[in-house]
């Protein structure tokens, strides 16, 4: 799968947490987003105790909550689609401060909040556990089709690329003199957006004729067989079962 590859959202660390296999965690991690997913709006109490195991497996990763909450703010655009809920859904209507809000808009709203949340919430903590390397290694242990796992790879190492290609672009442009300040300069942002896309086919083409000249047929060696016993499943499936717990109580009170 290659050499490894930090990411911005990884906290380095040696938790028991840090230590699981990545395929262990992500089935987890899933396994808790599907169970959150299916726990009844109503059922308010549920999802506080649902942040409450993750704050729980925040703690024992040492992942400060500075450092989650910072990253929950991927979330926005979602939280202002929520608020405007109240407002344009239909049905029976509430007063709250002068406001005519819908009900079905506010639980709607409610709905989008808590479960988001607590979603975006597992996966930044995912992501803080494990490099992502060993996620990769991680759908690949898990069956994921081999085609869409190199994808994946390829996809986030040449963000990385033409991220780096396009600071120096923007350093060659500043160096002489140029900088964007109107509608004029549009047009040598396109020229460098179409140089930017022309530099990075042409490094795709040659990348992929040296993978083929290095016996590249389709499919990617894997270096490391990663395995977990029965204790580290254990570990890892104990935050989805303690949510069906509380999914199934949910429902049932």
């Not at 395929?23 to 396994?31: E, I």
């Not at 029976?92 to 002068?98: A, F």
């Not at 759908?139 to 396009?166: C, N």
Request: glycine content about 8%.
């Amino acid at each position: 799968m290659g050499a490894g590859h930090a990411h911005r959202l990884y906290r380095h660390g040696h938790s028991p947490v840090h230590g699981l296999p990545a395929h262990t965690k992500l089935a987890a991690a899933f396994a808790f987003v599907v169970v959150v997913v299916s726990t009844p709006r109503e059922a308010m109490w549920a999802f506080a105790l649902y942040a409450v195991l993750l704050a729980a497996v925040a703690a024992a990763a040492r992942v400060p909550a500075g450092f989650l909450l910072k990253r929950l703010l991927i979330e926005v655009p979602f939280v202002a689609f929520a608020v405007l809920m109240p407002f344009v859904a239909e049905g029976e209507r509430v007063h709250v401060l002068g406001l005519s809000l819908s009900v079905n808009g506010l639980w709607g709203a409610w709905n989008v909040l808590a479960k988001g949340t607590l979603g975006v919430a597992a996966s930044v903590l995912l992501a803080a556990t494990t490099e992502l390397r060993e996620l990769l290694l991680g759908l690949q242990r898990l069956k994921l089709p081999p085609l869409l796992v190199q994808i994946a790879s390829f996809m986030i190492r040449y963000g990385d690329v033409i991220t780096d290609e396009m600071r120096r672009m923007r350093i060659a442009r500043e160096s002489r003199g140029f900088e964007a300040s109107g509608v004029r300069h549009w047009g040598v942002l396109a020229k460098s957006a179409g140089a930017l896309f022309i530099r990075s086919y042409e490094r795709g083409e040659r990348v992929h004729l040296a993978m083929v000249s290095r016996g590249y047929a389709g499919s990617m060696p894997v270096i490391d067989e990663v395995t977990a016993s029965r204790a580290q499943w254990s570990s890892a499936l104990a935050l989805p079962c303690a949510a069906l717990l509380v999914c199934l109580l949910g429902w049932v009170l």
